[in-house]
């Protein structure tokens, strides 16, 4: 078995141990409409975390769970962009917050796999940590 083979089959047994699909809310993705300045001008000014081509905004203390991945599919704008939205109840669960993270950072690190993810029906946190 050869080095690359070896760090993907850790890779899937990392994520399959730690079970990430069954441990945070389901993702899912919707198309913002950048004409509607209202939504995504909300959207934006709740930003934490961002970079060039995702930002990110978090409510750890959230009665109900949705980790939602807005993006704009416009043919004017040159540059795809990402807002995505993790509203999870965390209290005191830190291999729950550690995972969260580990998605996060995953995302940050390789926001070109966000662009595979929107004609996807089931989409898996596999997606961001399996290469």
Known sequence: MNEFKYMDSLKHIFFQAYD???????IQVANINLKDKGTFSDLASETFIQ?????????LSASEETFTIFHTDEEEVEERNYYISVKTQIAGDKQKLKMLVNIIDQIMTNPL????INEKENISYSHFLVD
């Open 20 to 26: 990430y699909d069954k441990k945070l809310p389901s």
């Open 51 to 59: 970079n060039d081509t995702v930002q990110v905004h978090f409510d």
């Open 113 to 116: 796999k966000l662009g595979l």
